[in-house]
Every structure is written in structure tokens, then in C-alpha cells.
């Protein structure tokens, strides 16, 4: 974690992470390279036309610039500042699915299915469920790959397999969007302005973790029409308007096939049993049936 010492800083590590010189933003805001340099050197505070310039060209979200003209004026702390690291230009696009460290096993159609679900407008909730283990996860990753450019502003993922507490599910949701709590707002307000009118799939894992916090769940799909979800839960939500998947185990091989001759029986199941014991034992081989 990066310690922001005073505006100056934040902007300074804002211009860089965006790859601006001084002087190109300085161009971009209209006003002298100098100013930008003492700005940032915190020798002199913007003027309020300038903070509103610069907020215009740091592609900052509409929370963060709130933040950044309170911060501009000394309102607010700059610690209270979104990352500099972390600006709108990800939330614009891309998101934050994790990459699984290993490679996909099967699941053709079951991906095939979850993406046509996830495609259709009037879907709102799609719960992927299943006993632990059967690859709830690992199918909304992927499917959540997927679909993710029809999403204008990405696939977001929100681990909640750490939280106890279903209090907790909108500050996972904040954090995984990178949205600070601001003077004033409820945590509620802040997460629906950040998402609202955004067209976004939030990805939200273990949901079995906070189940009582379906509520609030259901209150963030009523004020917010452009959200989907698509949630992993051992268990349903239940909820109006929730979509059930329930994810079933890999294939196994079918004991009426007869394989080719020195041929191992072919399925997802023992493919990924054959995978995992290579990962450890190179020369491992499934031997023929
Ligand atoms: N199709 C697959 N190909 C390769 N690996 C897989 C596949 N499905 C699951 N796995 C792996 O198996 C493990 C368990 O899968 P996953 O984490 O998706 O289960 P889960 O249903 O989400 O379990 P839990 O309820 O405990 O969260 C993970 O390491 C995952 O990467
Ligand atoms: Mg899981």
C-alpha cells in the first residue's frame, strides 16, 4: 500500500500512473507547467477552476472527483482519496476477474449456457449452486470471461469467502470497485452511485458466506436497473429475482463406452484428476482400462 503524503502527492502519482508529463497535463488543463509543478510540490493549492480542470483530466469517477475537488480545497484529508493507482481508466473498462493459475478442464457447455443466461436483458440474478468443491467458481470466471466485453464497464469480482458478517457485503462490493466513503453519504449511497446507470456484472463469490444479506442485495438490484449478478453459492438467495444454475459435477467416463485399445477412459473428471497429479508427479499416467 502506497502512503499518500498530501495532494500534491496523490496528483503527482495520478499524472504518472495515467503517463502524463507536467507539461501534457498542464496543456490539457489550460495553465502553466509551473503550476502544475507547484501544485504537486504542494506550494500552492489549485484554484477552484483549476481543481475542476484537473479533475476533468485525471478520469476520475464522479465519487472520486467529489473527493478530489473536497481534497483540492483541504476539505477532506487526502488520505481519504481513492488509490492513485487505481484510476476510473480500470473502472472504465476492464474489471477485476482473477485468472485461475491453471488450465480450464471441460465445461464447454456449461460455460455456453451461463453466457447465454448472462446475455439475456431481462436477467438480473444468475446463482451458480452446488456442493463445494463441484467448480462454481471456476464456471463464473470463466463464463464471467466471456461475457464480459458485452458489459460496458466490465465484470467485476467480489470475493466474499473471507467475510463472516453479512453487514459487510457493500464494503467488499466498494472495495473491490475502489470507491472511498464519502463525507455525508451512507456506504449504501456511495456503492449506488458508483454503480448506477453503469453497465456492469458483479461477480459475487460464497455468497452462502452472508446469505442474510440478501436483502440488501435485493434493495441494490431495485435502485440500481443496469446491474446484473452473477453469484456462487452453495445454497440459493432466493430471491424474486434470481435465476437458479445448478452446476453439476464434471463428467465421468461412461462405463458402457469401450475406449480404443491402451487408451484411458475419456472425461472431464479423470482429465482434471490426470492434470492435478501431473502438477506434482510429471511421469503420472492414467493407466488404460
Ligand atoms: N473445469 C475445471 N477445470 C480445471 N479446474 C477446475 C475446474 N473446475 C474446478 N476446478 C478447480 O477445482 C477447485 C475447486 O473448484 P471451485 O473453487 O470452482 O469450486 P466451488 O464450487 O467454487 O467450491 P466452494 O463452494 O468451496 O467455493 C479449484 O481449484 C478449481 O480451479
Ligand atoms: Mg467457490
Not at 480500470?90 to 485461475?100: I, N, Q, V
Not at 439475456?120 to 452446488?130: H, S
Not at 466490465?154 to 472511498?180: K, N
Given at each position: 500500500m502506497h502512503e499518500i503524503a498530501s495532494f500534491g502527492h496523490w496528483l503527482k502519482l495520478r499524472r504518472v500512473a495515467l503517463q502524463l508529463s507536467q507539461a501534457e497535463l498542464a496543456s490539457r488543463v489550460g495553465c502553466a507547467a509551473i503550476t502544475i509543478r507547484k501544485i504537486e510540490a504542494d506550494e500552492r493549492r489549485p484554484s477552484a477552476q483549476i481543481a475542476e480542470l484537473l479533475a476533468q483530466h485525471l478520469e476520475l469517477t464522479p465519487d472520486e472527483r467529489a473527493a478530489f475537488l473536497a481534497a483540492a480545497q483541504a476539505v477532506i484529508s487526502p488520505l481519504r482519496l481513492a488509490a492513485p493507482f487505481q484510476p476510473a481508466a480500470?473502472?472504465?473498462?476492464?474489471?477485476?476477474?482473477?485468472?485461475?493459475?491453471?488450465?480450464?478442464?471441460?465445461?464447454?457447455?456449461?460455460?455456453?449456457?451461463?453466457?447465454?443466461?448472462?446475455?439475456?436483458?431481462?436477467?438480473?440474478?444468475?446463482?451458480?449452486?452446488?456442493?463445494?468443491?463441484?467448480?462454481?467458481?471456476?464456471?463464473?470466471?470463466?463464463?464471467?470471461?466471456?461475457?464480459?466485453?458485452?458489459?460496458?464497464?466490465?465484470?467485476?469480482?467480489?470475493?466474499?469467502?473471507?467475510?463472516?458478517?453479512?453487514?459487510?457485503?457493500?464494503?467488499?462490493?466498494?472495495?473491490?470497485?475502489?470507491?472511498?466513503?464519502?463525507?455525508?453519504?451512507?456506504?449504501?449511497q456511495t456503492v449506488q452511485s458508483a454503480l448506477r446507470d453503469r453497465q456492469i456484472l458483479l461477480v459475487l463469490d460464497n455468497f452462502e458466506q452472508i446469505h442474510a444479506a440478501v436483502l440488501q442485495l435485493a434493495e441494490l438490484l431495485a435502485a440500481l436497473p443496469t446491474l446484473k449478478l452473477l453469484v456462487t453459492s452453495r445454497i440459493p438467495l432466493r430471491i424474486t429475482a434470481e435465476h437458479q444454475f445448478p452446476v453439476p459435477p464434471l463428467t465421468l467416463p461412461n462405463p458402457q463406452a469401450e475406449p480404443g485399445a491402451g487408451e484411458p477412459p475419456a472425461s472431464a473428471a479423470v482429465a482434471l484428476f490426470a492434470a492435478r497429479a501431473q502438477a506434482v508427479k510429471p511421469d503420472f499416467a492414467i493407466p488404460p482400462a
Open positions: 480500470a473502472m472504465l473498462t476492464r474489471g477485476s476477474l482473477p485468472t485461475p493459475p491453471t488450465a480450464l478442464v471441460g465445461r464447454a457447455a456449461e460455460i455456453a449456457a451461463v453466457c447465454i443466461l448472462l446475455r439475456r436483458n431481462e436477467l438480473r440474478v444468475l446463482t451458480l449452486t452446488g456442493p463445494g468443491g463441484v467448480g462454481k467458481t471456476r464456471l463464473a470466471l470463466e463464463a464471467g470471461r466471456e461475457v464480459q466485453s458485452a458489459f460496458d464497464d466490465g465484470a467485476w469480482f467480489v470475493p466474499l469467502a473471507p467475510i463472516a458478517e453479512p453487514a459487510l457485503l457493500l464494503s467488499a462490493i466498494a472495495q473491490t470497485l475502489g470507491t472511498q466513503e464519502l463525507p455525508g453519504q451512507t456506504l449504501q
